[in-house]
């Protein structure tokens, strides 16, 4: 009787182990990510996906020897991407580039802002006894209460009628009137064969300047 309680003990010892063994163990904590929140992990640059392969010493040589040039200003996308298209063909690489440039609009003459709504009628009122009769009270935004005297193209049209205004007693100025605009420049590297002449390609465009730039 005694052996075969031992027997039944040892039997029920054997399944309690296998069981714990089985499922009593606790998974395993995940590894800890390998970069914090929102930042790219590192990876060598041999390890990226269609990494560019380095350039070999004689590209460089020839990258070190080319020479480029750049042709602008255009006024217009449409200008710079038309010449682009006909040059592309002729040239080993080409590309554009965006300036800013300041534009005249013209010349102001103009008695400078007034206190007062009042003060400005007044002065105009001035004028009109002087037989000034070109002028306008600007009523609104930034000039509120300017008196505008003309916009001329010219700047020595403007000087003549401020000092015509002067002559009468009035504070008159001139102010140029400037825009910011954006142009277009195209580059391109020039080829090895001498004589290039981008003019052949794009003729009368005597509008253009041409300048040497650094090679891309």
């Not at 996906?49 to 006024?75: K, N, Q, V």
């Not at 690489?93 to 206190?115: D, K, M, N």
């Not at 009122?125 to 002028?135: F, P």
């Not at 008159?172 to 090895?192: C, G, I, K, N």
Request: proline letters at 9%; a neutral charge; charged letters at 20%.
């Amino acid at each position: 009787m005694f052996y075969r309680l031992l027997f039944l003990l040892l039997i029920a010892f054997n399944i309690g182990v296998a069981a714990w063994l089985a499922f009593g163990r606790a998974p395993a904590a995940p590894l800890p990510p390998a970069t914090d929140p929102g930042v790219p992990e590192l990876k060598l640059l041999s390890e990226r996906a269609g990494a560019p392969a380095p350039i070999a010493p004689e590209s460089r040589a020839a990258l070190a020897s080319d020479r480029c040039e750049s042709i602008g200003p255009f006024p217009t996308q449409a200008d710079m991407r038309g010449a682009m298209q006909t040059l592309t063909p002729h040239v080993p690489r080409i590309q554009y580039r965006e300036e800013q440039t300041h534009q005249s609009r013209g010349f102001w003459v103009y008695l400078p802002a007034l206190p007062s709504r009042d003060a400005a009628l007044a002065a105009a009122r001035a004028l009109s006894a002087k037989n000034v009769r070109d002028y306008y009270v600007v009523t609104a935004g930034d000039q509120q209460n300017t008196i505008s005297l003309g916009l001329f193209h010219d700047r020595v049209n403007a000087d003549t009628r401020r000092a015509q205004i002067a002559a009468l007693g009035f504070n008159a100025q001139v102010s140029e009137r400037v825009e910011t605009l954006p142009v277009y420049w195209v580059d391109f590297v020039l080829p090895a064969q001498p004589g290039f002449n981008w003019q052949a390609w794009l003729p009368g465009r005597s509008d253009l300047q041409t300048q040497t730039v650094d090679c891309f």
